[in-house]
């Protein structure tokens, strides 16, 4: 059923760059949680020859929460983004997104290093990381750069990093909260399913808002275009004003604009785009009610 | 016709299945499990395309590989097809409908079988079926039933499409039509399903001592003995089935699955083969529900009693004929469902086309019907400005009337009862909050339970009393998941008087369990549950004679309980089981008996009216559920599930509860979220990724509300409830979405996307102002 390959399993993070540096002229690839890996290699759209595991590369883990900014391993599970508390209260759209991910087995296997790098528009952690304005850290034997996740994909299923690159951090700046200062942080999975569905349209919502003005937006965008977008025409409407009904209208509509869905066996392209400006509408006037309650 | 109460020991009671203990700790060897020394490794090379010629088959690289035993193509093979036709216990002569083993040179579907390989390993096999050249040249395929009936379309099998063509013709249709006040026509239509059962079709074949090919194998249907002997060329005797628990059936292991491939194998090598499907394999290796067109012209007064219905069904039949001819004649006689209906016409054909081919599916044909009967009755409520409860009082068959075939139904007929605690249980309405309408909806049904009764079924068990009193069954029933085996166990010790862990049931063999026919059709309790108590009860009788002479009583006074003969009025009098039984085994006296059951026995319906008896009996029932819908995203949920069905006789009301529970799943994902999708007879949608059954996250919680008529043909006047379970949850769940959002989505499944697309029609409706 597989094509056959060799497997590593490298004890530690230089161990694992080490191996895939090593990799030149075999196909070399790193395997997290294996949750997309292996179904691509049983289907044979992947067919590498060596594959270093990353299981047991203990520096991928953990999560920092500090003051200022939180940081989390590559290697950081979906589960353990759910069992987080100070996650949950910091980053609730990642917590969503966690829960409406896959199910429990997996879950507990998938990385959100491997979310990021399988490149898919359905990635469901990815909007929520866009909408937290999450760098990512990639790490290989010739050092570390960072660099804003924003910046990460070029294309459908293309990115920056090199073959020999490990996504070892995905850290964001904390969301301001204080007397005079709020956020709002949602995400929306629209599906053909409530439990274990791939996503048809994923909205990701920040607000920022400090003195009745929405000091900052962010609208990321997933599965309706060939990579996961911050919908920037729609965030400029919204930030350094007020929100009304016409505003987060405009808003949605440009979400709706700079989206470039497809067809496919779950929805049409059509469909994408009427939910994807229905949501976002959703989503921000929710956020804004809400931000205005508090 | 209701039975007295009465005091059951065993059944009736929630005990602990048979099968569970082994099933819960992982003891249970499934037929996948088993492993045999020396045994090869199957891989079966299909199709590509749905419609071609078959150019060049070359095999001979995969031969050539080290570790391949055997490669076979039709050209190894004799002509001799594989048969769809009536599986099971009949002696009816099949139809010549049988499919190519292996295709010779016409492609009629996707992933119809190529080759067949075994090999040391299955990556070996993996590897061989990689290695398999193939040409094929796409011919002109069809695609629609409509399209397929068109002159001129491409004919997938001659002489032409028309696979199967039934009618009823009752009273006086036009008259009906020009008594009414109003007519409302509508057209529905339901799709494709896949079974999905857990365990995909696997099993493992070898060669006996006595030159007997032996299958172990998942399957509903032990008797497929006998077409499998066919299709290899070997006597009947000279094939044994040997089933084991089966993961899942659904009717999807009513037909053959893997069984010729493996016979054929073990039978070319000499050694034992086993072949297990993948999910992949198994999306196009098992007939799929037939997807139906369905339209309805209902006639009814003001006053809501219907006058005249005409219904048109078409099913698509994919492309070999399979169980199509019999599923349509269930959807005929389901076609008025549980409604008292005097002027009926329904014309309805099952049409050849280049799709998967479509077979049994849980519910056969009457659960499409009901999708579309109890839409329509909505549509017919709305017309009249009618509640919809109260529309379908004033038109339930009732006990003792006639039904759409004239057959006059023996048992009792509680569908109203069933609606009105199924309604009445959802209770107080969800609120609707911002962008969610909440809609409720109900279903009633009828479903019939026991095979067609043209095919004149038979049943047999033996049961015997072992010298300690315990207690064992033998009889060929497979068992799909639902507690057949149990129920059988429950049946017998209480005729018996012992207790559930007193008996041991012996099943699934086709060469030394009698032959109890297949568990299909709902048909597994009442058959055989009817042939295990006729031959507990002639054990019983003798063991009573025995024991009434040793007390000096007649052997009414006697009865059996608790391990104990007694005296019914001077319980003082008793004596142990086990004494009695060694009393018998000491003087001869028989302690085993081997019964028979036979279904009523008919002929055909008459072919122009469809007049006549279909089946032995039906059950009837109604589901109701609640569901909130998204405007904006068109998502449905199903907020509650209520489920109200008259079983006869509970043999076992947690099993009972199971099939209830598995049908709301099972129905509901049918309705809303389980899609295949072709692209020119090509499945786009061949896994898990895409097929998309509820999960726990989608399912509410189920309320089953069982009531027992105790009319029932089965023992102790049970009805049966493995497909009436599913039957009318769709429409119910339809129904639901319509009451919520004030437009019918007309076609299943009711995706998000359907959903938005129906409110916009209705906006734009209701912008151009109101229609006359
Ligand atoms: C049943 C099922 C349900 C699913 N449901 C969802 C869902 O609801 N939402 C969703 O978004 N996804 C879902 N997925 C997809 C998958 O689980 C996720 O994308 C998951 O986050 C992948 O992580 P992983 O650790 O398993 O990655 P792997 O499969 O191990 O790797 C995926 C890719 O990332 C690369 N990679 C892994 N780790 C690193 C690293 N540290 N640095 C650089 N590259 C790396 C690998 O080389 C590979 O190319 C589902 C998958 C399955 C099988």
């Known amino acids: ?294 | 016709m209701n039975r007295p109460n009465i005091r059951f020991r065993q059944v009736g009671r929630p005990l602990t299945r048979t099968d569970a203990p082994g099933k819960v700790t992982g003891r249970t060897p499934y037929a996948g499990d088993y492993v045999m020394p020396g045994m090869l490794h199957m891989g079966v090379v299909r199709a590509d395309i749905a419609s071609a010629r078959l150019v060049r088959l070359d095999v001979s690289k995969a031969r050539a590989l080290a570790g391949v035993a055997c490669v076979l193509t039709a050209a190894d093979l004799p002509e001799r097809t594989a048969s769809t036709d009536i599986p099971g216990q009949v002696g009816q002569k099949r139809l010549d409908t049988g499919q190519q083993i292996l295709v010779r040179e016409r492609v009629r579907y996707f992933g119809e079988p190529l080759a067949l390989i075994a090999a040391e390993t299955r990556d070996i096999a993996d590897h061989a079926m990689e290695l398999v050249e193939i040409e094929l040249e796409p011919i002109p395929g069809v695609y629609d039933p409509l399209e397929a009936m068109k002159p001129g379309a491409p004919v997938v099998t001659a002489p032409d499409n028309i696979v199967a063509e039934r009618r009823i013709r009752k009273g006086d249709v036009e008259a009906g039509f020009a008594a009414a006040d109003l007519v409302v026509e509508n057209t529905f239509r339901t799709p494709f399903q896949e079974h999905a059962f857990l365990e995909p079709e696997v099993g493992l074949a070898w060669v006996d001592e006595n030159d007997v090919v032996n299958i172990r194998v998942s399957t509903q249907v032990i008797e497929h003995f006998r077409p499998i002997a066919d299709a290899i060329g070997v006597p009947h005797n000279k094939v044994r089935i040997r089933g084991a628990l089966v993961g899942g059936g659904f009717g999807g292991k009513e037909d053959l699955t893997v069984e010729v491939y493996l016979a054929l194998l073990t039978k070319r090598t000499g050694r034992p083969v086993r072949l297990e499907y993948t999910r992949e394999d198994s999306f196009v290796g098992h007939g799929k529900r037939h997807p139906f067109i369905l339209t309805y012209r209902t006639g009814v007064t003001k006053e809501g009693k219907i006058t005249a219905l005409d219904v048109t069904m078409v099913a698509d039949s994919g492309a070999y004929v399979f169980l199509s001819p019999y599923v349509l004649l269930y959807a005929l006689v389901a076609a008025p469902g549980p409604y008292r209906v005097d002027n009926l016409n329904v014309f309805a054909r099952a049409v050849a086309t280049n799709n998967m081919f479509t077979s049994a599916f849980r519910g056969f044909g009457a659960l499409q019907a009901c999708a579309a009967y109890e839409q329509q009755m909505d549509e017919v409520a709305q017309a009249v400005g009618l509640d919809r409860l109260e529309l379908r009082r004033r038109n339930f068959l009732k006990t003792g009337e006639p039904m759409s075939t004239g057959f006059v139904p023996p048992s009792a007929i509680w569908t109203d009862q069933c609606a009105e605690r199924a309604w009445a249980a959802l209770g107080e309405p969800a609120p609707a909050e911002g962008p969610r309408c909440v809609g409720r909806g109900i279903a009633c049904y009828q479903q019939s339970y026991g095979r067609l009764t043209f095919l004149h079924d038979t049943s047999e068990a033996w049961v015997g009393v072992e010298m300690d009193g315990t207690v064992v069954v033998r009889s060929g029933v497979t068992d799909i998941g639902a507690g057949q085996v149990s129920a059988l166990g429950q049946i017998a010790v209480e005729v018996l008087g012992v207790t559930l862990d007193n008996v041991v049931v012996y099943n699934s063999d086709s060469a030394v369990t009698p032959l109890a026919g297949t568990t299909t059709a709902t048909r597994a309790l009442y058959m055989t549950g009817n042939a295990v108590k006729q031959a507990a009860e002639g054990v019983r009788a003798r063991l009573v004679d025995r024991a009434a002479r040793a007390f000096g009583v007649e052997p009414d006074a006697v009865d059996l309980g608790d391990n104990l003969a007694f005296v019914v009025d001077d319980p003082e009098k008793s004596m142990p089981l086990v004494e009695l039984v060694r009393t018998c085994g000491a003087e001869g006296i028989h302690r085993s008996e081997l019964a028979m059951f036979r279904a009523p026995f008919t002929d055909f319906l008459d072919p122009e009216t469809g007049q006549g008896q279909a089946h032995p009996d039906y059950a009837y029932g109604a589901h109701a559920v609640e569901v909130a819908v998204d405007v904006d995203t068109g998502e449905v949920e199903v907020l509650k599930s209520v489920a109200a069905h008259d079983v006869g006789q509970c043999i076992n009301p947690a099993a009972v509860e199971g099939q209830i529970q598995g049908g709301a799943q099972n129905g509901q994902g049918y309705a809303l979220s389980e899609e295949m999708l072709y692209e020119e007879g090509r499945l786009i949608t061949p896994s898990f990724s895409e097929y998309l059954m509820p999960t726990a996250m989608d399912m509410p919680k189920v309320e089953c509300i069982i009531l027992e008529s105790r009319s029932g043909v089965g023992p102790y006047g049970a009805k049966g409830i493995g497909e009436p379970a599913m039957t009318p949850v769709a429409p119910a769940i339809a129904n639901a979405v319509a009451d919520a959002i004030g437009v019918r989505v007309f076609e299943m499944p009711i995706t998000p996307e359907r959903v938005v697309r129906a409110l916009k029609r209705r906006d734009e409706a209701a912008r151009s102002g109101p229609v006359a």
């Open chain 1, 1 to 294: 059923m597989y094509v056959p390959f060799e497997l590593e399993m490298p004890g530690d993070l230089a161990g694992a760059l080490g191996a895939l540096a090593a990799g030149t002229g075999a196909k070399t690839m790193a395997m997290a949680g294996g949750t997309n890996l292996i179904v691509d290699m049983r289907a044979k759209r992947e067919r590498p020859d060596r594959v270093v595991g990353l299981g047991r590369v203990g520096a991928l883990r953990g999560m920092e929460c500090g003051e200022e900014w939180i940081s989390i391993g590559g290697g950081t599970t979906v589960t353990d983004l759910l069992q987080s508390k100070e996650i949950a209260e910091a980053a609730p759209s990642l917590v969503e997104s966690s829960r409406l991910f896959a199910g429990l087995m997996v879950r507990n296997t998938a990385t959100v290093a491997g979310n990021i790098a399988c490149g898919s528009p359905a990635a469901d952690l990815v909007p929520p990381l866009l909408a937290l304005d999450a760098d990512v850290t990639l790490a290989s034997v010739a050092g570390t750069r960072t660099l804003p996740l924003d910046e990460y994909f070029l294309g459908y299923k293309r990115d920056v990093r090199r073959p020999d690159e490990l996504i070892t951090r995905v850290s964001w700046p904390r969301l301001p909260q204080s007397s005079d200062q709020s956020f709002i942080n949602a995400f929306y999975k629209l599906a053909r399913r409530k439990g274990d569905a791939i996503t048809v349209t994923g909205v990701a919502v920040t607000l920022v808002v400090a003195g009745g003005v929405c000091t900052k937006a962010r609208v990321a965008l997933g599965a309706v275009a060939p990579v996961v977008f911050r919908a920037r025409d729609a965030e400029s409407v919204l930030e350094g004003r007020a929100l009304t009904p016409a505003r987060i209208d405009e808003a949605a509509r440009a979400a709706a604009a700079s989206s470039c869905p497809i067809d496919d066996v779950r929805a049409s392209a059509a469909y994408r785009l009427h939910t994807v400006e229905a949501l976002t509408r959703r989503l921000i006037a929710q956020a804004w009610r809400r931000s205005t309650d508090q």
